[in-house]
């Protein structure tokens, strides 16, 4: 077949095209065209074309679009192949013609001139008549064919971030929006999302699905296989206690019970060295019984199989026939301590009925035609199959893009150190930036440490639908409940109960028409309604009660911050607050003036930021072994111990059809002083000892450097290189901004303030407070001591004073 190599990417220039109402299907094509997958799609993509196009042109070989209408330059002592000029077509679809004269000259589109219908796309041979047969022009394509040869050739990346109130998208030529989530059935909105994007996708998905579960304590039924003798090691677990002085300590519960952990001969030393061989039957009888009580999964916890796998692989096999997933610890957290390491494996395994049925779900409403890839707990992506066997490293799978993004913002106006705030619907996720994302070994939720590599986020239940509500004791009381989607917040026309976004738009700080993209109608006679009631049994003045209800979710935000700050050594002053997330315009100047921070990064499109950050986001996949030496060994005695982990991570990824030399690897140690029982994450670069003592003096405000170290682990993490994201410029402007209406306040409020479109601002204007900066997917509050500026990349900065 001629033409069989890669195709290259096709380029078409936009000209003179108009921007289409939202919603609508552009008739003109995409500007940008992108290559399947990342990589180039070759011979399948060819068999995929529309049948009209017939046999000469399946097996022609495309080349990048030229200007001039010349074809492509053949490549040095190589025939020249045959060419598919492409460019759009004006006119309506149904108007324009199916054919065109065989015998017209061939068309060669010069810059800036506008086609009439009928003028379209042809295919023909340039001195090699064996590729598209011995005609010399072949006949005119329509505009559907055409546009069918595209679609099919072509991938868009689509981005999709799920949460527990709206569903975030946003596709890579520019289009965002948000729909209502569903808690019966994600899979079905990310697949009404996917159909109205137009040819072939890949899907970056962000989910909250195992972050729920474990929240919820909604997980499977797990069966836990231990050594003998060591069935109440994960019940115990450690000493350490969230609440030191609680007079009734509450220790949280593992997601199995003691009936359902079976005991199996069979033990390995701390070098994993074998003491008593692993009774193979024993553990089948085990399996097979708890099969009969009712479990959809098992756990494998043997001691020391960090050091030798090999009894944990052994029950592995066992296990197979008896048809319920199985995970093995060894196999997930190669690393010493048993209580963490039996933690995450017990999760993982309740986590996999769960979500290998919720990806089952999605892959099956997609269809095979749109690649998926699931954002992990560490910033990177996986695909579902890998997902569906490892669920736990989703626990912080939904904020992980935003914080992606929001390096990439930080970059882009010069804001490091910052902090981040992504205030959704539900939750809150605030984490630290200094010059990269911050990475951890471990991550904390329900009260259990699951060691897996996450980036470092700290998460409250403070979002836009948290519910106020009164306690017994008649005090007001915000979250950590939410009302979602459904019934949402008051002024959505269902619920009865007040929320964190009902107080802001009854004070004014939400402009309607803006709201969600404009799509939902408010209903603010019932938000008020249901206020003043609230307020009543309060004993409050409706506008106090309101503002009460703002000033308590900040100070849940704020204490949030000054954890990831403050508490960890870093001064808050000396950092920007990038906020975002639907709610996070709403509060970050009175965060930021709490915490004496005097600058306040806002994105554009702030709403949907997560879900951009999953089309920044690259491949990654992380490795881990336990060391456990005294001192830390040489650069050539530590290349050693990382080179398996290296290839073993490259060997996967060129598995999958990516080069060598588009990976890149990093190497962090964990690294502790003598005697402790804890460890600092530091990168291996040229001097880890030095980076270790400066890490423990920032962390804890002291460094020993008389004091000997011990290396308990080495990491490595391999990631996929990709381009560098381009941040849009902004046309400046020096008029200043027009307002779009006004706003005020629909209780106990006379004074208004103006509202300003914030697609329509320019790079310069400035806008002083009080007033409300929106766009379709999130509104600014900027009050009367703070001033935001357009920024030429199109974030705002907002000047805070004191």
Sequence with gaps: MAGRGPVPRVAEARRGSRRQPRGRRSRRLRARVRPLHRGPPGRAALDRLPPELGPPHTAARLHHVQ?????????????????????????????????????????????????????????????????????AAAPLLSYRATRAILLALVTTQIGIDTGGTFT?????????????????????????????????????????????????????????????????????????????????????????????????????????????????????????????????????????AYANPSHEEAALAALAPIGLPVTASSGLNPEFREVERGLCALFNAGLRPLVG????????????????????????????????????????????????????????????????????????????????????????????????????????????????????????????????????????????????TDANLLLGRIAPRFFAGGADRLDIARADRCARKLAKRLGLAPRRMLEGVVRLSDLVMTRALRVISLERGRDPRSAALVVFGGAGGLHGVALARALGVSRVVVPPRPGVLSAQGLLWASPARTLSRSVLERGLPSSTARRRLVRPLVERLRDGFVAEGY??????????????????????????????????????????????????????????????????????????????????????????????????????????????????????TATVWVDDRARAVVHRTGALIVEVKP
Aim: hydrophobic share 40%; proline share 9%.
């Design 357 to 500: 049925r919720y990806l089952a779900r999605l892959v099956d409403a997609l269809g095979d035609d749109v690649r998926t890839t699931v954002m992990t707990s560490e910033g990177g992506l996986l695909a579902p199959g890998e997902v569906a066997e490892e669920p736990a490293r989703l626990l912080v799978s939904g904020p992980a893009g935003g914080l992606v993004a929001s390096q990439v913002w930080a970059d882009a106006v010069g804001a490091s150190p910052a902090m981040t705030l992504d205030m959704g619907g539900t939750s809150t996720d605030v984490a630290f930036l200094d010059g990269d994302v911050p990475r951890a070994s471990a991550l904390s939720i329900a009260g259990h440490t699951i060691r897996l590599p996450s980036l470092e986020i700290h998460t409250v239940g403070a979002g836009g639908g948290s519910l106020v509500r009164a306690d017994r004791g008649g005090a007001m009381t915000v979250g950590p409940e939410s009302a979602g989607a459904d019934p949402g917040p008051a002024a959505y026309g269902i619920g009865e109960e007040i929320t964190v």
């Design 67 to 135: 200007p001039s209408g010349d074809p492509a330059p053949s490549p040095a002592g190589r025939p020249p192949q045959a060419s598919l000029h492409v460019r759009p077509l004006s006119g309506q679809r149904d108007r324009i013609p199916r054919g065109h004269d065989p015998a017209a000259p061939p068309l060669r589109p010069r810059p800036g001139r506008r086609y009439l219908p009928g003028e379209g796309v042809r295919a023909r041979s340039d001195g090699a008549p064996r590729a598209v047969g011995a005609a």
């Design 659 to 776: 080069g060598k030399r588009s990976l890149i690897a990093n190497v962090s140690l964990d690294v502790r002083y003598r005697g402790q029982s804890f460890e600092l994450e530091v990168p291996e670069g040229d001097d880890p000892l030095a980076a270790f003592h400066r890490s423990h003096e920032q962390r804890y405000g002291f460094a020993d450097l008389s004091r000997d170290v011990e290396l308990v682990a080495v990491r490595v993490r391999v990631a996929v290189r990709t381009p560098a994201p381009m941040v849009a410029r902004l046309s400046a402007s020096r008029k200043s901004p027009t307002s779009v209406g006004r706003r005020s306040a629909p209780i106990g409020g006379k004074a208004a303030w103006p509202v300003f479109d914030r697609d329509a601002l320019r790079a310069g204007q400035a806008v002083a407070g009080p007033a409300l900066i929106a766009d379709r």
């Design 168 to 304: 975030d998208v946003v596709t890579a030529d520019g289009t965002a929006f948000k729909v209502p989530s569903s808690r019966s059935d994600p899979a079905r909105v990310i697949a009404d999302a996917v159909a109205s994007v137009d040819g072939r996708v890949e899907l970056r998905h962000g989910t909250t699905v195992a972050t729920n579960a474990v929240l919820e304590g909604k997980l499977a039924r797990v069966g836990l296989i231990v050594n003998e003798g060591f069935r109440d090691v994960l019940t115990i677990g450690r000493q350490a206690r969230p609440e030191l002085y609680a007079l009734e300590p509450r220790r949280p519960a593992i997601p199995t019970s003691r009936d359902l952990c079976a005991e199996v001969p069979g033990r390995l030393g701390p070098g994993g060295e074998e003491l008593t061989a692993f009774d193979v039957d024993a553990c089948v009888r085990a399996g097979r019984r708890l099969k009969r009580r009712g479990v959809e999964a098992i756990a494998v916890v043997l001691l020391h």
